[in-house]
């Protein structure tokens, strides 16, 4: 199955905004600035164009088990992107969405170099 350019632009701009959530949780751990309650505002992961700009309020720990996967992304509800991905779990703050195998390879460059599964 073969993706439309956009959607391979789309999955790739997720990976970018992947890359600066990376940043952000490593500042907030060196600097202990998590939230009391122990979230963390990321930038949606959505692949709009030029991003979507908006925040993502997420609990470390999902965060962290989100990145354990190198096909999966967080976003704000109503932001999936049914063509190239599924969501695996929602709340009223955030989607996590997992890609669908076609788009796997246009976001295998995981920071932490975490598997698809």
């Given at each position: 199955?073969?993706?439309?350019?956009?959607?391979?632009?789309?999955?790739?701009?997720?990976?970018?905004?992947?890359?600066v959530?990376?940043?952000?949780?490593?500042?907030?751990?060196?600097?202990?600035?998590?939230?009391?309650?122990g979230?963390?505002?990321f930038?949606?992961?959505?692949?709009?164009?030029?991003?979507?700009g908006?925040?993502?309020?997420?609990?470390?720990?999902?965060?962290?088990?989100?990145?354990?996967?190198?096909?999966?992304?967080?976003?704000?509800?109503?932001?999936?992107?049914?063509?190239?991905?599924?969501?695996?779990?929602?709340?009223?703050?955030?989607?996590?969405?997992?890609k669908?195998?076609?788009?796997?390879?246009?976001?295998?460059?995981?920071?932490r170099?975490?598997?698809?599964?």
């Open positions: 199955m073969s993706l439309e350019d956009r959607f391979v632009r789309q999955a790739q701009n997720e990976s970018l905004f992947r890359e959530n990376e940043r952000i949780a490593k500042l907030g751990k060196n600097a202990e600035a998590w939230s009391p309650d979230t963390v505002d930038m949606c992961e959505c692949g709009e164009e030029g991003g979507c908006q925040r993502v309020r997420v609990p470390i720990d999902i965060y962290e088990r989100v990145r354990s996967q190198d096909d999966r992304f967080v976003v704000r509800p109503g932001h999936e992107t049914p063509e190239i991905e599924r969501a695996v779990e929602w709340t009223d703050a955030y989607v996590v969405v997992d669908i195998p076609a788009a796997e390879p246009y976001v295998a460059d995981d920071p170099g975490a598997p698809s599964h």
